[in-house]
């Protein structure tokens, strides 16, 4: 099935379409975007159960409109819309907003090009949330929740979440007439294990373009979930050190997503604030490597246009080791001559639009898992990455893993060490890379932000990689 569109933009279409007319009479480049959703959040564990409406990006309700005016763009944002006040907003904006350009440092933006395009698209789902309803889903975490606790007596607590959310949005200029609706349903499951006064704690996220279809996925989550916070128990610090590495999905997406998701945000090239400004061309990973960004991919940040009417589509980052080109919102693309490539992204109606990460991944390679394991001699396979952070201007790296298994003579010796800190300069570890799995997985649980704001959701991830990398 397909998700519906809003009724709101549905009914307020024509009054948003009329605004758009009335300001093309006083301006060359005019758009609007609507935008509405719904979502909740389901928790389950020894505190009780909670059901909570998502409060956070995507669920407002309200409408942006830009306009372009002598080299600069204006933008006003509200949430109520008439016949009676379309004319307040167009006088507001010529007047309050518009009239701002003269004391503005002007960059001296082309108009953006505007070909005509018209569509309706939606995202697939088998089981709506609304119509499944809190009840049963909430019986269904309630179900792991038991079955969790009653695996091991160490388990101390298991947390089950659930959240999903719809939305619709609309973009309208002179030439396009664009509507999507899209719904993503995300899952996770944190268990804590107790031995004598320590805690440890294993971590099971999972995500999908889908509706509540993702309930069936808990199962076998769980099990590792908890087989993982068990093991944690027994770990040790691990010595720091440069260590030959293999990094499941996850870790590589988190690599993927900080070491060259920012740090090729081209809003950061414009402010000359990322190092990869001044490596477009040049190897900075191994040519076993091949980075996307996209919103094409059937994770959590898929979507058919970007919060500037700009098609989605595939940009390829690296290719085959070599920084191919960066991703861009419409005024970056302006400001540095390129194309834009579909990542300008709000965190709501009432925000401006940066360029941000999509579903950004490593491509696969050919090798198997088990192959890269066998070529250890003395390392570490690292599992669970929990955070991490960038310099893009440096190009460093700094991030958290939960757990690395030891391999010795191309075997996991059954020993754990944790926590896990990874650090480096980036194309340092990307172009030590020797090995890439022919098997990926991606994840979008988590959201992104624009340093501490402007958080919109994203995924990552990748194949297994081989790595030498610096672990303390």
Known sequence: MKVKGSNYIKSNKPLFKKLVDELLKEYEYVTLLAQDGNGKNYAVSKSGITITSDS?????????????????FAEYSGNSISEEEIGKIVSRIKTD??????????????IPEDEAVVFEKSTEYEIDPDEMGDEAIVARLKEVFDKGISMDERVLNCNVRADYQKYSKLFLS?????????????????????KGEEVKMGYGPFSGLCGMELLKRYDDVLESTVKTAIELLDSEPLPPGEYECICDPATTGMIVHEAFGHGVEMDMFVKDRALAKYNIGEYVASPLITMHDGPDLDDTATFFFDDEGTLCKDTVIIDKGVLVTGMSDLQSAGALGTEPTGNGRRQDYMRKAYTRMTNTYFEPGKDKLEDMIASVKDGLLLQEPSSGMEDPKNWGIQCMVTLAREIKDGKLTGRIFSPIILTGYVPDLLKSITMVSDEAEECGTGYCG???????????????IKARIRLG
């Open 174 to 194: 002179k030439n396009k007439d664009l509507e999507q609706n899209v719904m993503y349903t995300t899952g996770a499951v944190m268990v804590m294990t107790l």
């Open 97 to 110: 907003l518009v009239t701002l350009e003269k004391d503005a440092d002007k960059s001296s933006y082309k």
């Open 56 to 72: 956070r990006v995507l669920v407002q309700r309200g409408f942006v409109v830009k306009v372009y005016s002598e080299g600069c």
């Open 450 to 464: 624009k340093g501490y704001k402007e958080w919109v959701k994203v995924s990552d991830g990748g194949p297994y």
